[in-house]
T-cell receptor, first 110, second 113 residues
């Protein structure tokens, strides 16, 4: 099974840094994914972790600790366009399934 | 543009109607998925197809019936739906290998009246 938890809402200031946490429980872990979803649009892929540690991609970084069932997404130099929902997803190795958390709605304010 | 196309984008149907949602990808992906997205709820995995074979049915009511005639097309047939089935239905595909992400279509906004 999967229990994926994220904060429901966050607010941060333009130019600042924000960290969105995700905890999970799964029976067959095969990777953790972060997606961004703007209102009315499809989720788009941001980052992927399968080994412990930090993956950096420009202004976005994602961290994974498999022993703790914990990940975070770090967004730096926030821009207004970063206002969106950020979805944490766990992939299971039993059948290619992706399971999602509720998403964190991030609002960036001037 | 992710390469996954869903039609229609919007659908309003009565509870006695029968309709179908269509998803198409020409990315060469081997896995295809249907998700339901309702307000304030996680994306709910409904069905998974790997190499055209259904490998997951996540306790979905029988009024939703998937069909995968080939690796590029996925349908969701709908009949006698309920108002609580109103949601955004998202299709996704993935290559299926290690570390490969899922690519989502734009979704079909379904309203059951």
């Amino acid at each position: 099974g999967q229990n994926i938890d994220q904060p429901t809402e966050m607010t941060a200031t333009e130019g600042a840094i924000v960290q969105i946490n995700c905890t999970y429980q799964t029976s067959g872990f095969n990777g953790l994914f972060w997606y961004q979803q703007h209102a009315g649009e499809a989720p788009t892929f941001l980052s992927y972790n399968v080994l412990d540690g930090l993956e950096e991609k420009g202004r976005f970084s994602s961290f994974l600790s498999r022993s703790k069932g914990y990940s975070y997404l770090l967004l730096k130099e926030l821009q207004m366009k970063d206002s969106a929902s950020y979805l944490c997803a766990v992939r299971e190795n039993t059948g290619n399934q992706f399971y999602f958390g509720t998403g964190t709605s991030l609002t960036v304010i001037p | 543009e992710t390469g996954v196309t869903q039609t229609p984008r919007h659908l309003v149907m009565g509870m006695t109607n029968k309709k179908s949602l269509k998803c198409e990808q020409h990315l060469g992906h081997n896995a295809m998925y249907w998700y339901k997205q309702s307000a304030k709820k996680p994306l709910e995995l409904m069905f998974v197809y790997n190499f055209k074979e259904q490998t997951e049915n996540n306790s979905v009511p029988s009024r939703f019936s998937p069909e995968c005639p080939n690796s590029s097309h996925l349908f969701l047939h709908l009949h006698t739906l309920q108002p609580e089935d109103s949601a955004l239905y998202l299709c996704a595909s993935s290559p299926g290998g290690q570390g490969t992400e899922a690519f989502f279509g734009q979704g079909t906004r379904l309203t059951v009246v």
